[in-house]
């Protein structure tokens, strides 16, 4: 109820309001409700304004055509009552069925409190229950009438005159939240029931225990239903229970509610409730053809939610596959870019080993030109040590000479005075020899200085070999870490074709659950088509009766022919009155008895008229309906097109991933053969030097061999400078 429409005229009286269990301790809950301390019901703040009676008058004039129209739509965003009397009969109507068919079977008798537009009782009374409903707005119940032509009792429940016991079910489908005292209402169907009779709510179910700001907080759906104008009482699970035992309804059964994150759904009676099978449910709705169509629906709905289950399943399956795909993705990015960055770096430990190889080049020809200078060094050397054995044979006969010369002198000393020019020849021979071991001398200095330059070189040309021998081993501990992350990348590979393979898996399940689903919708097109042949009988048995009719309507034209005739005869036999009287007492009773046919037949044809409009107007219901599901199952195959459309999208995505991964196995195939083959350069390297590292050696060996040569020959040449000394001092 809107506050402006409220009514505030001066002068009504207001008073604290009281919980419907009598409790006067109210805790204000927010700025429009209170909570009862003893049931925990939230109480509305209009009932400190208004008398009940009062209130119960406004609502009959607020719940009217505006509250349908404008308030429901504008206000609340919810559709009209012509738009709700269409979309709730194939919807929340159904679905209560369901539940009263689970208690109580067709035959019952129904009373619905607050109807609307009376689609639910129209769908009670085609499933085969005794169907009446009660409506405080009259406006409303001639909707009702005009919508579903159905019959609704005006005013409150308590004002109405039904019998005691009379009713099997009173149901109050979102009302008991809007009554001004839910209890004495609550009490008189109570007594309006029989000794099995149940009562089915729904209402906003308050979640217990929760305040005001915890609701705000958790944004709860419940604060939706925080409308003071309309919802008086606001109940919870417990206070619902509480108001259920105060009538003696200690026997309640809480169903799954439509719309569960706000509602809550019950059926409640004085006795054990009851349910009846699906066996049971299926005879009692076939025995009418209105049954059957009910029945037809119920399957429908079933099938759709199955549907719907099914739909919902593959797209939270879907938005996992797409999560994954989408993890896949960039796990392939990083891989790309990882791998880019590895090939990167093989480009640059190609263009090194390129220039190590280049260098390494440059490197064996400097030492073949110094193994071709040690050779020309050791070749010299040894002409070098030829000569100075040759110059030892020739100091060695010097040496004899000498000593020859010395007897010759111990015996010739005084021919020495006289041969002085013999002796000064001979200082000038001992004279060229000095000058020749002079010249000597300063050619070995000479080529010990080459020895001593090639040694050096030979010392820097290991010391490069250390630091390429370095180098190769750095370059091996990277090649092991590149395999390293190479193996790991090729495990990553095999993740991700598992994981591909198992979406294959998944896209082919999904395939078959199309296929079933496309199975299912071709069930339903052929249960549309036997509903739509079920329509045809109906029309066909419509023409029958219309041909009956017609048939009817000629017998009555004849009838009247007759009497028309009859009238003329008559008129023509007046002058004969006297004579014909008995005749025309006789034709006279003849003509009452036919006039009482004549009217006979024409109440039948009313009433097959009446039976032909009716069962035009339920073809026109059938054909609309047949529309609606013609439309959803056209819905329902967009849908599937459209997963269908979504799983090819999947399908050819991951074939596009599927040969960029084999793309990536052979550029790693391709960088692991390049490997191999850098490690078999790297290896003939390794061999190289490693030669050269021996080669090396086997020179410093021969360079300390010919240092050894060298200091013996130095050392023999002192001793052969000596003894040339000697003589020279022992000539002179």
């Known amino acids: 109820m809107k506050k402006a429409k409220a009514g505030d005229k001066a002068g009504t009286k207001r008073k604290r309001p009281l919980c419907w269990c009598g409790g006067k301790e109210l805790q204000p809950f927010s700025s429009t409700y209170l909570q009862c301390s003893a049931c925990q019901t939230l109480v509305s703040t209009v009932l400190e304004k208004y008398d009940r009676m009062e209130l119960d008058k406004k609502q009959a004039e607020f719940y009217g055509k505006p509250y349908w129209f404008d308030y429901q739509q504008k206000e609340l965003g919810f559709p009209t009552i012509a738009n709700r009397a269409r979309q709730d009969l194939s919807g929340r109507c159904l679905y209560w069925l369901k539940t009263i068919l689970k208690y109580k079977l067709p035959g019952a008798r129904v009373l619905e409190l607050g109807s609307s537009h009376g689609g639910f009782v129209a769908l009670l009374g085609w499933a085969g229950y005794a169907a009446t409903g009660v409506e405080i707005n009259q406006w409303v119940i001639d909707f009702a009438r005009q919508a579903y032509n159905v019959n609704l009792l005006l005013g409150n429940i308590t004002s109405q005159k039904i019998r005691k016991s009379s009713m099997d079910i009173i149901i109050l489908m979102d009302v008991i939240e809007h009554m001004t005292d839910p209890l004495r209402v609550l009490t008189h169907c109570a007594g309006l029931l029989a000794s099995d009779g149940i009562i089915v709510i729904q209402t906003p179910q308050y979640p217990e225990g929760a305040g005001y700001m915890k609701l705000q907080s958790d944004k709860s759906p419940f604060l939706n239903h925080l409308h003071e104008n309309e919802h008086l009482y606001l109940f919870s699970r417990q206070s619902i229970l509480k108001l259920l035992h105060r009538i003696k309804f200690r026997y309640v059964e809480f169903e799954p509610a439509l719309f569960a994150h706000y509602d809550m759904y019950l059926a409640a009676g004085k006795k054990p409730l009851k349910k009846n099978s699906a066996k049971k449910i299926e005879q009692a709705l076939s025995k009418r053809p209105e049954g059957r169509i009910v029945r037809a629906l119920c399957d429908l709905d079933v099938s ?259 009497i ?127 030669e050269v590292d021996r080669e090396n050696q086997d020179r410093y060996v021969q360079i300390e061999k010919l240092q050894a040569w060298l200091k013996e020959s130095e050392a023999a040449r002192l001793l052969s400078i000596n003894r040339i000394q000697e003589l020279t001092r022992e000539l002179e």
């Open 304 to 562: 759709m939610q199955d549907v719907n289950k099914k739909l919902v399943q593959a797209e939270t399956e879907r938005s996992v596959h797409l999560a994954r795909i989408e993890e896949c993705e960039t796990r392939l990015e990083t891989y790309d870019t990882e791998s880019r960055a590895r090939y990167a770096q093989i480009k640059e430990l190609t263009l090194l080993l390129r220039e190590s190889e280049s260098d390494r080049d440059k490197r064996m020809k400097q030492i073949l030109t110094l193994e071709e200078k040690l050779t020309s060094v050791v070749g010299e050397s040894k002409s070098r040590y030829f000569q100075i054995k040759e110059l030892t044979t020739l100091l060695k006969k010097t040496e004899l000479d000498s000593k020859k010369r010395l007897a010759q002198t111990e015996k010739l000393g005084q021919q020495l005075h006289d041969t002085a020019e013999e002796s000064q020849l001979r200082y000038e021979q001992v004279k060229t020899l000095t000058a020749q071991l002079q010249e000597s001398e300063a050619d070995r200095a000479q080529r010990m200085k080459q020895i001593e330059t090639m040694r050096k070189q030979l010392e820097l040309a290991a010391a490069e070999s250390l630091d390429r021998h370095r180098q190769v081993e750095t370059l091996t501990v990277q090649l092991q870490k590149i395999e390293e992350d190479r193996m790991a990348n090729q495990q990553q590979i095999e993740q991700l074709n598992a994981w591909l393979k198992e979406s294959e898996a998944d896209r082919e399940e999904r395939l078959g659950r199309i296929e079933e689903l496309g199975k299912k919708l071709d069930e339903t097109e052929q249960e549309s088509r036997l509903r739509y042949d079920q329509v045809e009988t109906l029309t066909a048995q419509l023409q029958e009766s219309e041909a009956d009719r017609t048939q009817r309507l000629r017998q009555v034209e004849t009838l009247t022919g007759t």
């Open 564 to 690: 028309k005739q009859i009238e003329q005869d008559r008129t023509a036999c007046h002058q004969q009155i006297e004579q014909l009287s008995e005749w025309l007492k006789e034709s006279e009773a003849d003509r009452e008895e036919r006039l009482g046919r004549i009217e006979e037949l024409g109440k039948k044809l009313d009433e097959t008229e009446k039976e032909s409009r009716l069962r035009y107007e339920q073809v026109e219901t059938l054909t609309a309906k047949i529309q609606e599901i013609e439309e959803d199952r056209a819905k329902r195959l967009r849908q599937v097109e459209t997963l269908r459309k979504q799983l090819e999208l999947a399908a050819a995505e991951s074939l596009d991933r599927h040969h960029q991964i084999e793309k990536l196995q052979r550029w790693l195939k391709e960088s692991e053969t390049d490997r191999a083959s850098r490690l078999q350069q790297i290896e003939t390297l390794g061999r190289r030097l490693d």
